[in-house]
């Protein structure tokens, strides 16, 4: 469904970027210090990775499901249901302290984080109009940046005043908010299709090839879910205020990038820059993240490395929202997040596996040349099938089926 105003002029449709923000702030205000409490509890780190492996793989078996949901019923009972998990999760967290325990409240809470992913965004699709696309979808993406840079600041103090019981506590009030706001979000509308729907959409060679590309890039977002607060914290010896401003800097940088990638898309739509040479970019810094021996050398590195991820961050929600039909954006969505998932839960483990014989910097460096390798072999076959002249015009998919 569309509306024919400007979504940016209606509080509710400006929810979608607030509620962002909210959740993704507080994930990453307890995501940032985790691994930090969960080493202290005495975890081991070849057993840390698959634990944090959970939050992504958890919804596994329920992300394709529940987007179809988001299509055949209400979404916003379906984010209320996602809102619920991460409540239990926070309380699980709060009283576990065996890993068994511990595996299972990541499951619960990888649960509410891939509805939130799937749904939220699906249903931000529906409801938006088709012109200016690009910078509609950045402007969504400015509450993810924003939310991914100042919930590690904000968890640092916290951390530094009350521990992780604190964080845990501050994460219970923001979520109950959370739920009001998505009650004032709007409908989106409501369908019936069938299974082999969805797998005629999917089974494209453009559509596969996207999801190939980012596969191969979420496992980058696994590798810094294990490694990154593990890196500055264990063997950099960053202070916990030292980490949220490294996050804080990195998450305002891509903020502002946010809008200009979009409304840059908007003038010269050209998918290889941003889906391929943004690859190559993150991956030559993220290789650089092991040699940032200090916290501005760090805030450096990470915002250059983020001169490549924002604009594949935006490609990936850009595809998303063209490469699938508009009615079917809840269980077509879903499916590039199970792909997501399965790379971000492989880049968790490889971490795990690899800082064990060489350290997380180590982890950054030869997961960094794999991700390089991959961009180079992806460049011809992404140019081909989106911006070779007979491929060059995106499949904007606005029909009704």
Same mark, same amino acid.
């Given at each position: ?6 979504? &940016? *002029? ?22 940032? &210090? ?106 969504? !993406?400015? *509450?993810? &940046? ?57 089974? !494209? ?58 409304? !840059? ?15 190559? @970019?993150?991956? @030559? ?40 039909? !508009? ?16 790379? @971000? &839960? ?5 971490? *795990?596996?690899? $800082?064990?014989?060489?350290?997380? *910097? ?19 076959? @992404?140019?081909?099938?989106?911006? $070779? ?13």
């Amino acid at each position: 469904m569309s509306t024919g105003r400007n979504p &940016f *002029g209606s509080f509710r449709l400006l929810l979608f970027p607030l509620c962002c923000f909210l959740f993704t702030a507080t994930f990453w205000m307890m995501m940032a &210090f985790l691994p930090i409490y969960l080493t202290n509890l005495g975890v081991a780190g070849n057993h840390l990775g698959f634990i944090l492996g959970m939050y992504p793989l958890a919804g596994l078996g329920f992300i394709i499901p529940f987007g179809v949901l988001a299509d055949r019923l209400s979404p916003k009972k379906v984010l209320y249901a996602g809102a619920s998990c991460m409540l239990i999760h926070i309380v699980m967290l709060k009283f576990a302290l065996a890993e068994c325990l511990i595996f299972f409240a990541t499951f619960v809470g990888g649960l509410g984080l891939n509805i939130f992913q799937t749904v939220l965004f699906a249903l931000y699709l529906k409801v938006i109009p088709e012109d200016h696309r690009g910078l509609r979808v950045s402007i969504f !993406q400015m *509450g993810f &940046f924003l939310g991914f840079g100042v919930g590690p600041l904000i968890g640092g103090y916290l951390w530094n005043s009350g521990g992780y019981d604190l964080i845990l506590k501050i994460s219970t009030y923001v979520f109950l908010v959370l739920i009001v706001c998505y009650a004032l979000l709007p409908e989106g509308s409501i369908n019936r299709f069938s299974w082999s729907e969805y797998r005629e959409d999917v089974f !494209q060679k453009k559509t596969l090839l996207f999801l190939a590309v980012y596969f191969v890039y979420a496992l980058h977002f696994g590798v810094e879910h294990t490694g990154f607060s593990m890196l500055m914290k264990k063997e950099l010896l960053f202070s916990a205020r030292e980490i949220g401003l490294v996050y804080l800097a990195v998450g305002l940088w891509m903020t502002l990038l946010a809008p200009l990638t979009g409304h !840059q898309f908007d003038i010269h739509p050209r998918i290889t820059p941003f889906l391929v040479g943004g690859m190559v @970019v993150s991956s @030559v810094f993220h290789i650089a993240t092991a040699f940032a021996d200090s916290v501005n050398r760090m805030i450096l590195v990470r915002i250059l490395h983020t001169l490549g991820d924002s604009p594949v961050i935006f490609a990936t929600g850009l595809l998303t929202s063209t490469l699938f039909p !508009q009615r079917r954006l809840g269980g077509n969505s879903a499916v590039v997040q199970t792909v997501r998932t399965v790379g @971000v &839960f492989t880049g968790n483990a490889m971490t *795990g596996i690899i $800082a064990s014989y060489t350290g997380y *910097g180590g982890a950054f460096i030869y997961t960094g040349i794999f991700f390089l390798m991959s961009a180079i072999l992806f460049l011809p076959f @992404v140019y081909a099938y989106f911006d $070779a002249p007979r491929g060059k015009n995106l499949p904007v998919s606005d029909s009704p089926t």
